[in-house]
């Protein structure tokens, strides 16, 4: 988490992760992320055990999307962040 003195513009203070779900564009994929919301684009997801979710987005063009735990799983699920990271298919 940066500090507010240490953002420039354009940075986000909370929404970074280590490791990025990277996913092609454009190819059906099939990854798993519990519970989780891209306020961007509307899109909001839950995972419930033993019930089989799943969302179809189409995106057509590169980006990142920033996003977050949508449930609350205790003190600091608000720091729980994800990030989409879309790119196109190389073979």
Request: hydrophobic share 40%.
């Amino acid at each position: 988490m940066n500090s507010l003195d240490d953002l420039s513009t354009k940075e986000f203070r909370l929404f970074d992760v280590d490791n990025r779900c990277v996913l092609p564009v454009g190819v059906n994929v099939g990854y798993v992320i519990h519970s989780f919301a891209v306020p961007k684009y509307f899109i909001k997801m839950d995972a419930l055990n033993g019930l089989l979710t799943k969302i179809i987005c189409n995106f057509s063009c590169s980006d990142c999307f920033y996003g977050q735990c949508s449930e609350i799983c205790g003190a600091s699920h608000r720091f729980m962040t994800v990030v989409l990271e879309l790119t196109f298919w190389e073979c």
